[in-house]
Nanobody, 126 residues
């Protein structure tokens, strides 16, 4: 059974950094497409970053390019989201998701991702 657990969310000040982790179980992270998404109450879910199976291709939302980095550690079966130069508009619940092999996904929205974690809250204050 696939299980995703996020951690690392916190409250930080503008310009700060956080590193989110998503520990996976039940499958190998390098066999599925993996993504980070965020959502603010009342707004649609937004794809932040994604990495294809085996780490070959990455996706970043324009709003985070140059500030966020997605990576994976196959030995730990974990993916990470390094977030630097955080801004108030980065405040959201952040979710990790996985798409099993063969699924068509839309990284910008999360369509097609079939496994989701519970989320971890990131709050950026000025």
């Amino acid at each position: 059974q696939v299980h995703l657990v996020e951690s690392g969310g916190d409250s930080v000040q503008v310009g700060g950094s956080l590193k989110l982790s998503c520990a996976a179980s039940g499958y190998a992270v390098d066999s599925y497409d993996m993504g980070w998404f965020r959502q603010v109450p009342g707004k649609e879910r937004e794809g932040v970053a994604a990495i294809s199976s085996a780490g070959g291709i990455t996706y970043y939302a324009d709003s985070v390019k140059g500030r966020f980095t997605i990576s994976q550690d196959n030995g730990e079966n974990t993916i990470y989201l390094q977030m630097n130069d955080l801004k108030p508009e980065d405040t959201a619940m952040y979710y990790c998701a996985a798409a099993s092999w063969g699924r068509t996904v839309v990284h910008a929205t999360g369509l097609g991702y079939n496994y989701w974690g519970q989320g971890t809250q990131v709050t950026v204050s000025s």
